[in-house]
């Protein structure tokens, strides 16, 4: 027998197959009871649509932001005081640590600002571009405001600060590189399009999961662990991981104020450069980009303290 | 002096990137589930247990997710297989002994012409108490069609929802089942 | 009893309501309008409905009435329209239809009733309404029921978890059936069971763990006919039972009538 009968029946039976297939089986819901039906002056309950936090509440988040930047360079520009300070440092770990839970922070903001730049389809609320720009145009002018008492991850790190030792100098600038290569990575990976796309400064929070009183037990070892190590050496996060930190070295590198060791009013003595947990005081001045604002400087100064004459 | 420069050459940068962002914003984008791909919700995949993975990967303490009654589309049945655990022994009032919830979460309460005397005679308002529920998936399953109408289905929760960059319930989720949508879209 | 599964039916469309008649024939409402096979399963004719066909019977004189939303068409054997009762209101969505000596029975699925008409179309009275829920408990969208020789109606009341008995005048004589999860004699779900048909015994199907089967009149469970040969997503199964016991019930996820025989011992 030929070949294309055969198939023509073969064809014909595969399409009587193809129409018999099974029906689809979603179905609208139309078939309850409706209030009318169901009587005795019955009405159908709305569902709750609970709304997202309130906007003047994130409003109120920058502002909060913003004065404690402005608090942290007066506390430790003018008054100069280590005590104030603290008291800053932990009602800033309240408010942005526990509080807020340590989301929005501008260290992770500036991944939604390089998507929102990358991303034609992709917008970020305005708190969002505030939050991510204020501390860095606080830095063009004073410094690294943010990370002392405002940035609730240093904020936390500061607070566990025992002994700290001085990191060789080397060592010290080349684990300072690494910041810039997380800051690279996360760059790279937030301008892939949008199922690839990896938000890795929020995925590998280390103290995000103190803040929210839960969460992966590897994050939270590594958060542990780091703060264990911060007790030896000054806020490692921050002076090697922290990629916004890599920004706001930057933009600290302009700016004309921040803490100075004054030249000609120096004894020499060198408690401040022992005191400093950062490694921010090289021959005998200030490295503004490594500045934490944490005053310890001005604290263990025999001048500041007014001892010596 | 070349320094003021560039400092305010940063700055400028900085202030035409951030008036470009505002001029692009446009609301609040937020998780929602999508209840077509939710295998809880979905139809087909007969035989499954529910999952939890709403529950259990949601970075906030006490899920974000909830079950959520759509009142309209309910059936208001007596023998609720969402409230009731159908599988279990049947009472003196004709009613399964067990509840579903592992929570306690459901209520009901019967409405329209009540009948005092008689439960099989009322239709039933099934309310889900959202300070109870965790998201678990049960009785969105057993809500689903064809055994029930499919009015319980999850739903993220704004007031609790801390909006994360990457849902971390999307990370885990088989199905693909979160899905972000403008605020308006997605209540 | 015991059952055998016999022959597959391919419905050649959507299916929502079958019945059978005194020959043998199988008439089944679907999307597309009627069909009618015959015993052993080969389509005969089809004709179109107006709209699409939910319910269909088939009166003594050989009328076959098929119901749909809005309106019960009636077609003699061959297909051409012979009257149209058209009524928004009483005939909102038909889901079944049978007869007494005098009257015809509309299942209304949009008002949770059935309704009662003489053999004109004139609307004599509701039954099922009158209780504290206005009508049967139905979320599933399909009124069912059967009548039996003698004029008692079969209604299946899937809230309440029943088969109630009616008189053509409306009053509730009775019922069969009770929730439960376990036992197989009792229904189990929300809201089952979805449909009936009468013969010499009370056939019901249910959804949600799809099954079929047959009790005696005074309730006692006599056969599970079939469990899991239907699609599980199968919902509102019309079911039909000819003479020689053959019950016909619809699959409607596969579009397919199943047909099963009493085995005899």
Same mark, same amino acid.
């Given at each position: 027998?030929?070949?294309?009968?055969?198939?023509?029946?073969?064809?014909?039976?595969?399409?009587? %197959?193809? %129409?018999?297939?099974?029906?689809?089986?979603?179905?609208?819901?139309?078939?309850?009871?409706?209030?009318?039906?169901?009587?005795?002056?019955?009405?159908?309950?709305?569902?709750?649509?609970?709304?997202?936090?309130?906007?003047?509440?994130?409003?109120?988040?920058?502002?909060?932001? /913003?004065?404690?930047?402005?608090?942290?360079?007066?506390?430790?520009?003018?008054?100069?005081?280590?005590?104030?300070?603290?008291?800053?440092?932990?009602?800033?770990?309240?408010?942005?640590?526990?509080?807020?839970?340590?989301?929005?922070?501008?260290? /992770?903001?500036?991944?939604?600002?390089?998507?929102?730049?990358?991303?034609?389809?992709?917008?970020?609320?305005?708190?969002?571009?505030?939050?991510?720009?204020?501390?860095?145009?606080?830095?063009?002018?004073?410094?690294?405001?943010?990370?002392?008492?405002?940035?609730?991850?240093?904020?936390?790190?500061?607070?566990?600060?025992?002994?700290?030792?001085?990191?060789?100098?080397?060592?010290?600038?080349?684990?300072?590189?690494?910041?810039?290569?997380?800051?690279?990575?996360?760059?790279?990976?937030?301008?892939?399009?949008?199922?690839?796309?990896?938000?890795?400064?929020?995925?590998?929070?280390?103290?995000?999961?103190?803040?929210?009183?839960?969460?992966?037990?590897?994050?939270?070892?590594?958060?542990?662990?780091?703060?264990?190590?911060?007790?030896?050496?000054?806020?490692?996060?921050?002076?090697?991981?922290?990629?916004?930190? /890599?920004?706001?070295?930057?933009?600290?590198?302009?700016?004309?104020? /921040?803490?100075?060791?004054?030249?000609?009013?120096?004894?020499?003595?060198?408690?401040?450069?022992? %005191?400093?947990?950062?490694?921010?005081?090289?021959?005998?001045?200030?490295?503004?980009?490594?500045?934490?604002?944490?005053?310890?400087?001005?604290?263990?100064?025999?001048?500041?303290?007014?001892?010596?004459? | 002096?070349?320094?003021?420069?560039?400092?305010?050459?940063?700055?400028?940068?900085?202030?035409?990137?951030?008036?470009?962002?505002?001029?692009?914003?446009?609301?609040?984008?937020?998780?929602?589930?999508?209840?077509? =791909?939710?295998?809880?919700? =979905?139809?087909?995949?007969?035989?499954?247990?529910?999952?939890?993975?709403?529950?259990?990967?949601?970075?906030?303490?006490?899920?974000?997710?909830?079950?959520?009654?759509?009142?309209?589309?309910?059936?208001?049945?007596?023998?609720?297989?969402?409230?009731?655990?159908?599988?279990?022994?049947?009472?003196?009032?004709?009613?399964?002994?067990?509840?579903?919830?592992?929570?306690?979460?459901?209520?009901?309460?019967?409405?329209?012409?009540?009948?005092?005397?008689?439960?099989?005679?009322?239709?039933?308002?099934?309310?889900?108490?959202?300070?109870?529920?965790?998201?678990?998936?049960?009785?969105?399953?057993?809500?689903?069609?064809?055994?029930?109408?499919?009015?319980?289905?999850? =739903?993220?929760?704004?007031?609790?929802?801390?909006?994360?960059?990457?849902?971390?319930?999307?990370?885990?989720?088989?199905?693909?089942?979160?899905?972000?949508?403008?605020?308006?879209?997605?209540? | 009893?015991?059952?055998?599964?016999?022959?597959?039916?391919?419905?050649?469309?959507?299916?929502?309501?079958?019945?059978?008649?005194?020959?043998?024939?199988?008439?089944?409402?679907?999307?597309?309008?009627?069909?009618?096979?015959?015993?052993?399963?080969?389509?005969?004719?089809?004709?179109?409905?107006?709209?699409?066909?939910?319910?269909?019977?088939?009166?003594?004189?050989?009328?076959?009435?098929?119901?749909?939303?809005?309106?019960?068409?009636?077609?003699?054997?061959?297909?051409?329209?012979? @009257?149209?009762?058209?009524?928004?209101?009483?005939?909102?969505?038909?889901?079944?239809?049978?007869?007494?000596?005098?009257?015809?029975?509309?299942?209304?699925?949009?008002?949770?009733?059935?309704?009662?008409?003489?053999?004109?179309?004139?609307?004599?009275?509701?039954?099922?309404?009158? *209780?504290?829920?206005?009508?049967?408990?139905?979320?599933?969208?399909?009124?069912?029921?059967?009548?039996?020789?003698?004029?008692?109606?079969?209604?299946?009341?899937?809230?309440?978890?029943?088969?109630?008995?009616?008189?053509?005048?409306?009053?509730?004589?009775? @019922?069969?059936?009770?929730?439960?999860?376990?036992?197989?004699?009792?229904?189990?779900?929300?809201?089952?069971?979805? *449909?009936?048909?009468?013969?010499?015994?009370?056939?019901?199907?249910?959804?949600?763990?799809?099954?079929?089967?047959?009790?005696?009149?005074?309730?006692?469970?006599?056969?599970?006919?079939?469990?899991?040969?239907?699609?599980? *997503?199968?919902?509102?199964?019309?079911?039909?039972?000819?003479?020689?016991?053959?019950?016909?019930?619809?699959?409607?996820?596969?579009?397919?009538?199943?047909?099963?025989?009493?085995?005899?011992?």
């Amino acid at each position: 027998m030929s070949r294309v009968p055969q198939a023509l029946v073969l064809l014909l039976l595969l399409s009587q %197959a193809a %129409a018999a297939q099974a029906i689809q089986y979603q179905r609208p819901v139309d078939t309850a009871p409706q209030a009318d039906s169901i009587g005795g002056g019955y009405k159908v309950p709305a569902v709750q649509k609970p709304l997202p936090r309130d906007y003047w509440l994130q409003v109120l988040d920058v502002v909060v932001l /913003g004065a404690a930047m402005g608090v942290s360079v007066w506390l430790v520009l003018k008054r100069r005081s280590r005590k104030w300070l603290t008291a800053l440092t932990i009602g800033c770990l309240g408010y942005f640590g526990f509080y807020r839970e340590g989301c929005i922070c501008p260290i /992770g903001s500036l991944q939604n600002v390089v998507v929102a730049l990358a991303d034609p389809k992709y917008s970020i609320p305005m708190v969002v571009t505030a939050t991510f720009v204020l501390p860095l145009v606080v830095a063009l002018y004073y410094g690294r405001a943010f990370c002392g008492g405002v940035c609730a991850l240093g904020a936390i790190q500061e607070l566990v600060v025992l002994k700290p030792v001085q990191v060789p100098r080397r060592l010290d600038r080349a684990l300072g590189l690494v910041k810039y290569v997380y800051l690279g990575l996360a760059i790279l990976f937030a301008v892939k399009p949008a199922l690839a796309r990896d938000f890795l400064i929020c995925k590998f929070d280390p103290f995000v999961g103190f803040f929210r009183r839960t969460g992966a037990p590897h994050m939270l070892f590594l958060g542990g662990g780091l703060l264990v190590l911060g007790m030896f050496v000054g806020r490692p996060y921050c002076r090697y991981l922290c990629p916004y930190g /890599g920004l706001l070295a930057w933009c600290t590198r302009l700016a004309r104020r /921040g803490v100075t060791i004054t030249p000609d009013k120096e004894l020499d003595c060198g408690l401040c450069a022992e %005191a400093c947990p950062y490694g921010a005081i090289e021959d005998m001045r200030a490295v503004r980009r490594d500045c934490m604002y944490c005053a310890r400087c001005y604290a263990s100064c025999p001048r500041e303290r007014g001892v010596a004459s | 002096m070349s320094e003021d420069l560039t400092r305010r050459t940063v700055l400028a940068v900085l202030a035409g990137g951030a008036a470009f962002l505002v001029r692009k914003a446009n609301g609040q984008i937020v998780w929602q589930v999508n209840a077509a =791909r939710c295998i809880n919700s =979905r139809l087909g995949d007969t035989g499954v247990e529910a999952c939890n993975l709403c529950t259990t990967e949601c970075v906030v303490a006490l899920s974000a997710v909830r079950a959520v009654n759509e009142y309209a589309k309910c059936g208001r049945c007596n023998i609720c297989p969402a409230y009731f655990n159908i599988s279990s022994a049947v009472n003196e009032l004709g009613q399964p002994s067990e509840k579903l919830c592992p929570r306690d979460a459901i209520a009901r309460k019967p409405i329209g012409k009540v009948d005092p005397e008689d439960p099989a005679n009322n239709f039933y308002e099934y309310i889900i108490d959202e300070e109870k529920c965790d998201g678990c998936g049960k009785c969105v399953l057993k809500c689903k069609e064809p055994l029930g109408l499919g009015s319980i289905t999850l =739903r993220v929760r704004y007031d609790r929802c801390v909006n994360c960059n990457e849902c971390a319930i999307l990370r885990a989720c088989p199905q693909n089942a979160l899905v972000q949508l403008p605020i308006g879209q997605a209540l | 009893m015991e059952y055998r599964h016999v022959q597959v039916i391919d419905g050649k469309g959507a299916l929502h309501g079958i019945a059978v008649d005194s020959r043998g024939q199988l008439y089944a409402a679907g999307d597309s309008g009627i069909k009618i096979f015959d015993g052993a399963g080969r389509l005969n004719a089809r004709w179109a409905t107006a709209r699409p066909a939910l319910a269909v019977a088939v009166a003594g004189d050989g009328a076959v009435y098929a119901g749909e939303l809005g309106r019960i068409e009636i077609f003699d054997g061959a297909g051409k329209l012979l @009257h149209t009762w058209r009524d928004e209101k009483l005939l909102g969505r038909v889901t079944a239809i049978g007869f007494t000596q005098d009257s015809v029975l509309a299942g209304d699925a949009a008002d949770r009733a059935i309704r009662r008409f003489d053999r004109s179309g004139k609307f004599l009275n509701n039954i099922g309404k009158d *209780n504290p829920v206005n009508g049967l408990l139905i979320p599933n969208g399909v009124v069912d029921f059967a009548v039996d020789a003698q004029g008692v109606i079969y209604a299946a009341n899937p809230g309440k978890h029943r088969v109630e008995r009616y008189t053509p005048g409306g009053e509730l004589l009775g @019922h069969i059936g009770r929730f439960d999860g376990i036992d197989p004699a009792g229904f189990t779900g929300c809201c089952n069971p979805t *449909n009936v048909a009468i013969r010499d015994g009370i056939y019901t199907t249910e959804k949600a763990g799809p099954r079929v089967k047959a009790y005696d009149f005074s309730g006692k469970l006599l056969a599970v006919i079939a469990t899991d040969l239907f699609d599980v *997503n199968c919902k509102n199964m019309s079911i039909a039972v000819g003479s020689h016991g053959r019950v016909y019930v619809v699959d409607t996820v596969k579009a397919a009538i199943l047909v099963f025989e009493p085995v005899t011992v």
